[in-house]
């Protein structure tokens, strides 16, 4: 069949190029689990590329990350699913460094995936970080005295949170749990007073958070649902 061609009266149609994202994760990519429920989660339509803040790091340069005792530290993957905790300071460095060699690279949008980073991050590329999303949404709930319940993986990553949100925390109660979600049941007993519950890493995901409210009987609240509501604004 022959090609048809546009007569002269028909409009003219727009190409349409979806956007190009870069996602920064606080480990090492690619995380297909986390990148597919985000851009489930979302309704606009883009271009992903991954990208690990740990990416190409041996076990020697790794355990350089490790924190020393004072330092603020943040949980996270490695790219064959094990568990890693590293120093704040030590990834901030390597997350601005990364969004600086990105933002010659013509995205359209740069994410941070990661809570509990709180230095500034300069790019001429528009950049949307997790932690500034999140400190948006904790301010948005203190303004409604909602008593809210935070799950976090590190006792230290939940202080640190209290300390940089300050009296827009008041009304919070923390619970600690960890990658494996064995303690599920632990967390909905000590949160049951609460009026909302939101799990504060971009490491949880939407089951466990189904599981948390069921037990609970509380609404439930992820990071990854809250970045995906921001990155519909884009």
């Not at 995380?31 to 339509?45: N, P, V």
């Not at 905790?85 to 969004?99: D, F, G, P």
């Amino acid at each position: 069949m022959p090609s048809r061609q546009k007569t002269q009266d028909e409009p003219l149609l727009l190409t349409h190029t979806l956007p190009r994202v870069a996602f920064i994760s606080a480990g090492q990519s690619p995380r297909k689990g986390m990148m597919k429920e985000i851009l489930e989660l979302t309704s606009c339509g883009l271009v992903a590329e991954e990208y690990g803040a740990l990416d190409d790091l041996d076990e020697y340069e790794l355990e350089l990350m490790r924190p020393g005792e004072k330092d603020q530290r943040i949980y996270t993957r490695l790219r064959d699913g094990k568990s890693i905790v590293v120093a704040v300071s030590s990834l901030e460095i390597r997350i601005a460094n990364l969004c600086a060699e990105l933002d010659h690279q013509e995205f359209d949008l740069i994410v941070v995936l990661s809570t509990g980073l709180h230095n500034e991050i300069r790019t001429y590329t528009p950049l949307l970080h997790t932690q500034r999303v999140m400190d948006t949404w904790f301010a948005s709930i203190s303004m409604t005295e909602c008593h809210l319940g935070v799950v976090t993986p590190l006792a230290k990553q939940g202080k640190s949170t209290r300390e940089h949100m300050g009296d827009l925390m008041k009304f919070q109660t923390t619970y600690v749990l960890g990658h494996k979600n064995n303690h599920l049941a632990e967390a909905a007993q000590r949160l049951k007073d609460c009026e909302l519950i939101f799990m504060n890493s971009v490491s949880y995901n939407g089951e466990t958070a189904e599981r948390l409210g069921a037990l609970s009987g509380l609404p439930v609240v992820t990071a990854r649902k809250v970045l995906a509501n921001a990155l519909n604004l884009y």
